[in-house]
C-alpha cells in the first residue's frame, strides 16, 4: 500500500509506464488494491486468483454497420471470445452503456445473444444510443431495469466492494454535458452515507464523471457533487465509456478510467469538428479495439489498468 504523501509521485511513476490500448476492463480483487496483469496471463492462468474478478465492457453500438465499422456484431463477439477464453473466469461483467445503436428491440436481443456466450452475470447502465426508442428508455428499462431506482441506478455489494452504477443520459442533449438530477444525486448521498470509508466504491456510468472535453459534452455537469460524497472513501474507481478511447486520470483518492468502444474509435477531443465514428484503415481497427486487464486489492493506491486489444 502506497504512502499517502507520496501517492502523487506513486501515481504519476505507474501512469507513465502504462501503456493504454483497449476497451473493457478486467479486475481482480483481493484485499482492495487494484494491481495489474495481462490478459495473456489471465488466459495462462492455471488456477483462479485470489480475491475475485470483473470485467468492464462498453460501446458495443450493436447495429451499427457505417465506414468506421460495417459489422460491430463481430467484433462484439471478438471481445467477448476473449473472456471465453479465460480459463479463470470473471464473477461478473459490467457494460457501461451504448448496447444500441438505436435503441431497437432486435439490436437489444443480438446483443443479448453476444454477452450471454460468456456465461456470466452482467450488469449495465444505457448509454444515449439506448434510449432512442419511442418511450425515451423504455425498452431499455423493460429489459435491465428491474429492481432500479428512477431512471435505472442502482447499488450492489460483492465481497466487501459496493459497486454504484449511475445514470447521466436522461434526456440529453447533442453535443451536451451528462447530468444526474437532484434525485439520483440524493439517492447517492444516502447509499453512500454510512458506509466504512475503508470499503472500496466502484462507481459506473455511461459519460465520463470528470469533463475530458467539454465542447463536446464529454463529461457531467453536477459531477462535482456525487464525487463529493465519496472523497471520504480510500478507494475510489469511476469506470465510464461514451468516448470510444482510453483516458485516465487520478485525483486525491479517486481514479477515474474510460474504455474504448468495442465498434469503432472516436477522435481526440478537438481533433476535428465534432465527435463520431472515426473510419481508420480496415488493417488498424481491431489494433484500437480490446479487452483491459487490472488486479483489485484493498487500499488506496490508484487502479493499474493493462490493455489488450483484439489485434494480439
Not at 466502484?202 to 463529493?228: C, E, N
Not at 477515474?256 to 481508420?280: I, N, W
Amino acid at each position: 500500500m502506497s504512502d499517502h504523501d507520496n501517492a502523487g509521485e506513486d501515481r504519476r511513476g505507474f501512469l507513465k509506464c502504462m501503456a493504454w490500448a483497449g476497451t473493457g476492463a478486467l479486475f481482480t480483487a483481493s484485499g482492495g488494491l487494484l494491481s495489474s496483469i495481462s490478459l495473456d496471463e489471465a488466459v495462462a492462468a492455471p488456477a483462479a486468483a485470489k480475491g475475485f474478478t470483473f470485467l468492464q465492457i462498453s460501446d458495443s453500438h450493436v447495429g451499427f454497420n457505417k465506414p468506421a465499422n460495417p459489422d460491430s456484431a463481430a467484433t462484439y463477439k471478438e471481445a467477448v471470445s476473449k473472456i471465453i477464453a479465460m480459463p479463470v473466469k470473471p464473477d461478473f461483467i459490467i457494460h457501461t452503456g451504448d448496447i444500441t445503436q438505436l435503441s431497437k428491440d432486435q439490436e437489444f436481443d443480438d446483443a443479448d445473444q453476444i454477452i450471454k456466450a460468456a456465461g456470466l452475470q452482467v450488469f449495465h447502465v444505457p448509454g444515449e444510443h439506448d434510449m432512442l426508442d419511442e418511450g425515451a428508455g423504455k425498452a431499455y428499462l423493460d429489459r435491465f431495469g428491474k429492481g432500479t431506482k428512477g431512471a435505472g441506478w442502482y447499488s450492489f455489494d460483492h465481497k466487501g466492494v459496493h459497486f454504484v452504477a449511475l445514470i447521466n443520459v436522461v434526456n440529453l442533449k447533442a453535443g451536451g454535458m451528462g447530468s444526474l438530477g437532484a434525485d439520483q444525486l440524493a439517492w447517492l448521498e444516502k447509499d453512500l452515507a454510512g458506509r466504512p470509508s475503508s470499503q472500496p466504491i466502484v462507481v459506473f456510468a455511461h459519460i465520463p464523471l470528470w469533463t475530458v472535453y467539454a465542447d463536446w459534452g464529454w463529461g457531467t455537469d453536477d459531477a462535482t457533487q456525487a464525487l463529493s460524497y465519496m472523497k471520504r472513501f480510500g478507494s475510489v474507481t469511476v469506470l465510464n465509456g461514451h468516448i470510444h478511447q482510453i483516458t485516465q486520470k487520478v485525483e486525491g483518492n479517486i481514479a477515474f478510467h474510460t474504455a474504448r468502444s468495442t465498434a469503432f474509435p472516436q477522435p481526440v477531443g478537438g481533433q476535428g469538428p465534432s465527435p463520431g465514428p472515426l473510419k481508420v484503415p480496415t488493417e488498424q481497427l481491431h489494433s484500437m479495439l480490446g479487452i483491459t486487464t487490472a488486479t483489485f486489492v484493498r487500499g488506496k493506491a490508484p487502479i493499474a489498468l493493462v490493455d489488450q486489444t483484439l489485434a494480439t
